[in-house]
Nanobody, 131 residues
Framework: QVQLVESGGGSVQAGGSLRLSCAAS????????MGWFRQAPGKEREGVAV???????SYADSVKGRFTISKDNAKNTLFLQMNSLKPEDTAMYYC?????????????????????????WGQGTQVTVSS
């Protein structure tokens, strides 16, 4: 049973920082893509950042240079460091794991930043950025 538990969300002012964590357990894939998605009220879920099993990363244009995805393989934990936060970053943030590598989705579908590439999801953590 795959379990993903996010933490670290909260309320900050514009320009501030937050670090999200996702504790993962229960999956045995040898190669997989992990990622962060977000969904604001009334909007579709969008990919924020992904990291492959070899450590390579991809980011949405809207967060490049501000967000950094990383993982601690020993602790099975995924992170998202968010700096220079903007009000438009306000959303529920979700951690997710895909059965295949990020490269697989990039080669076959043009991008790994797509919700349907991911099999397992956490419950989400709210991030609110005020102006």
């Amino acid at each position: 049973q795959v379990q993903l538990v996010e933490s670290g969300g909260g309320s900050v002012q514009a320009g501030g920082s937050l670090r999200l964590s996702c504790a993962a357990s229960g999956y045995t894939y040898s190669s997989y893509c992990m990622g962060w998605f977000r969904q604001a009220p009334g909007k579709e879920r969008e990919g924020v950042a992904v990291i492959d099993s070899d450590g390579s990363t991809s980011y949405a244009d809207s967060v490049k240079g501000r967000f950094t995805i990383s993982k601690d393989n020993a602790k099975n934990t995924l992170f998202l460091q968010m700096n220079s936060l903007k009000p438009e970053d306000t959303a529920m943030y979700y951690c997710a794991v895909a059965q295949f590598t990020c490269v697989y989705w990039n080669v076959n579908y043009g991008t790994p930043l797509r919700a349907d590439a991911f099999n397992y999801w956490g419950q989400g953590t709210q991030v609110t950025v005020s102006s």
